[in-house]
């Protein structure tokens, strides 16, 4: 039974699994010869200060391969496979593997097919991978292994089992929305959609020091409680780098609030502070009383500068275009961003152009929705 013949029972063939050089040439050599290829990667944002991608899962017309990146294989080969524009990529909800992809091994990827983003042109109300999966071949899928931690080694089979699933039916799921998309008319909006996605930018996840702000409560607080909260968060992530956790699993942020707030000073005091169990306690009471003495004779941190107001003509142009937009969307049945992305509306209401060729001087719209939409969106501004 191959993924382009879906086995309704459930019953999965068995998977490959590569971890070593020998094996790895085997599934290159694979990968190389396949017109496109059903990808998804899995990483340990739940278990590590910085994540990376733990494993990739890799389906083609005839065969499942789990390759692990984390055993040291090069996968140069299958960095060149997915810039090449002549092999199609099919992912589900591509933008997190892609950011994966490109910040952990430099890879650009041409020629994506995201069965997210095309149950969404088509107006589906449920537009997860298990849902899907249900929907088209009656396939069951546990949530048991949502939250593992996929860098440890070794995954268990049935860890594997569950990660095999995540591409084994994307290629002839890919087909049944493909046809769907042709039938109505929407095959060149797609693609205009799968090219943009596949342009994604890095996020920047370097610590901000100033980040305690975003902490619900932290404008409330005084200036001195404020000094406090912010070296008990710069010594939460110190903490956090220097145990390869994430800063939440060191402590929860309403917790560094609690402590900010009340300002202990001794032991007993952190009894009543939420979060601080008996075990917080032992690990860094002390640490947490030393800091936040320390941080009370700091200077106030300064507020961050609120950001400046648009003017009023270029908000008046955006809340025209904002509602055409959400009207176009309930009158096709789609969500507000798959007619025009609210980038691009903010882009179109900053610049007011006067003509078309302006509007199109902007590229902020593809070929397709400036057809589709720029004599509309021009009206509006």
């Known amino acids: 039974m191959t993924p382009d013949n879906p086995d309704r029972s459930g019953a999965l063939?068995?998977?490959?699994?590569?971890?070593?050089?020998?094996?790895?040439?085997d599934c290159s050599r694979a990968l190389q010869e396949a017109p496109r290829l059903a990808i998804d990667l899995e990483a340990n944002s739940m278990f590590a200060y910085q994540e990376r991608a733990c494993l990739m899962q890799i389906s083609t017309a005839d065969a499942d391969y789990i390759v692990d990146p984390v055993s040291g294989i090069q996968l140069d080969a299958l960095g060149k496979i997915i810039a090449d524009p002549a092999v199609e990529k099919v992912f589900h909800a591509a933008e997190y593997d892609l950011i994966l992809m490109r910040r952990d091994f430099g890879w650009h990827l041409n020629n994506l097919?995201?069965?997210?983003?095309?149950?969404?042109?088509?107006?589906?109300?449920?537009?997860?991978?298990?849902?899907?999966?249900?929907?088209?071949?009656?396939?069951?899928?546990?949530?048991?292994?949502?939250k593992a931690n996929w860098c440890k080694r070794p995954l268990s089979t049935?860890?594997?089992?569950?990660?095999?699933?995540?591409?084994?039916?994307l290629l002839p799921l890919?087909?049944?929305?493909?046809?769907?998309?042709?039938?109505?008319?929407?095959?060149?909006?797609?693609?205009?959609?799968?090219?943009?996605?596949?342009?994604?930018?890095?996020?920047?996840?370097?610590?901000?020091?100033?980040?305690?702000?975003?902490?619900?409560?932290?404008?409330?607080?005084?200036?001195?409680?404020?000094?406090?909260?912010?070296?008990?968060?710069?010594?939460?992530d110190r903490e956090a780098e220097r145990r390869d956790v994430p800063p939440f699993k060191v402590v929860g942020e309403r917790t560094l609030l609690?402590?900010?707030?009340?300002?202990?000073?001794?032991?007993?005091?952190?009894?009543?502070v939420h979060g601080m169990s008996a075990g917080q306690q032992r690990r860094y009471g002390h640490r947490f009383l030393q800091v936040i003495g320390e941080s009370r004779r700091l200077p106030a941190p300064q507020p961050p500068k609120r950001t400046k107001r648009p003017p009023d003509d270029v908000l008046n142009r955006?809340?025209?275009?904002?509602?055409?937009?959400?009207?176009?969307?309930?009158?096709?049945?789609?969500?507000?961003?798959?007619?025009?992305?609210?980038?691009?509306?903010?882009?179109?209401?900053?610049?007011?152009?006067?003509?078309?060729?302006?509007?199109?001087?902007?590229?902020?719209?593809?070929?397709?929705?400036?057809?589709?939409?720029?004599?509309e969106m021009l009206r509006l501004v």
Do not use: C
């Not at 095309?118 to 899928?141: C, P």
């Open 318 to 375: 955006y809340d025209r275009l904002h509602h055409w937009r959400k009207a176009r969307a309930k009158a096709r049945g789609v969500e507000s961003d798959v007619i025009v992305s609210r980038d691009a509306l903010w882009a179109v209401a900053q610049a007011a152009p006067r003509s078309l060729d302006e509007l199109k001087a902007l590229e902020v719209l593809g070929p397709w929705r400036f057809a589709t939409y720029g004599a």
């Open 258 to 272: 609690e402590l900010a707030t009340r300002l202990p000073a001794r032991m007993s005091e952190l009894d009543d």
């Open 158 to 169: 049935a860890e594997l089992a569950y990660a095999q699933k995540d591409t084994h039916y």
């Open 13 to 25: 063939p068995p998977f490959q699994y590569v971890d070593t050089p020998a094996g790895w040439a």
């Open 174 to 236: 890919r087909d049944q929305l493909a046809a769907q998309l042709e039938a109505g008319g929407h095959t060149d909006e797609a693609h205009e959609i799968f090219r943009e996605q596949a342009q994604v930018r890095l996020p920047d996840t370097a610590f901000d020091p100033d980040g305690f702000w975003h902490i619900n409560g932290a404008f409330d607080l005084s200036s001195e409680q404020q000094a406090v909260l912010r070296g008990l968060y710069l010594f939460r």
């Open 113 to 146: 097919f995201d069965t997210m983003w095309a149950v969404r042109i088509l107006g589906y109300s449920q537009m997860g991978l298990a849902n899907l999966l249900e929907k088209f071949y009656g396939v069951s899928t546990s949530k048991r292994f949502q």
